[in-house]
Nanobody, 124 residues
């Protein structure tokens, strides 16, 4: 089992920044990739970014490229999502997830463990 705990969400004005953190514990060797997803009210959960653990190969959805950066700290078993130039359409609950697949999937079904989510609200 892998436990994931997100933090760092909050309310920010458009154009502002937030940094989300996801701390992993438990059988952390069983996760090869980490991802961030988000879900807005009435919408499906969507892929935001992912990273191959220990290789720092990153993937992003097109709408966040150049604004969001995913990174990892292996010593702390923590993954971060730095979000800059936030827009109201970025408002959602953000979830951290861990996958045993080597190449991070963009489908939520490819992830084995999930955090509880953290709310990000961007006001216009």
């Amino acid at each position: 089992q892998v436990q994931l705990v997100e933090s760092g969400g909050g309310l920010v004005q458009a154009g502002g920044s937030l940094r989300l953190s996801c701390a992993a514990s438990g059988r952390t060797f069983s996760r090869n990739a980490m991802g961030w997803f988000r879900q807005a009210p009435g919408k499906e959960r969507e892929f935001v970014a992912a990273i191959r653990w220990s290789y720092d190969i990153t993937y992003y959805r097109d709408s966040v490229k150049g604004r969001f950066t995913i990174s990892s700290d292996n010593a702390k078993n923590t993954v971060y999502l730095q979000m800059n130039s936030l827009k109201p359409e970025d408002t959602a609950v953000y979830y951290c997830a861990a996958s045993r697949q080597i190449r991070p999937p963009r489908d939520p079904g490819g992830y084995d463990y999930w955090g509880q989510g953290t709310q990000v609200t961007v006001s216009s």
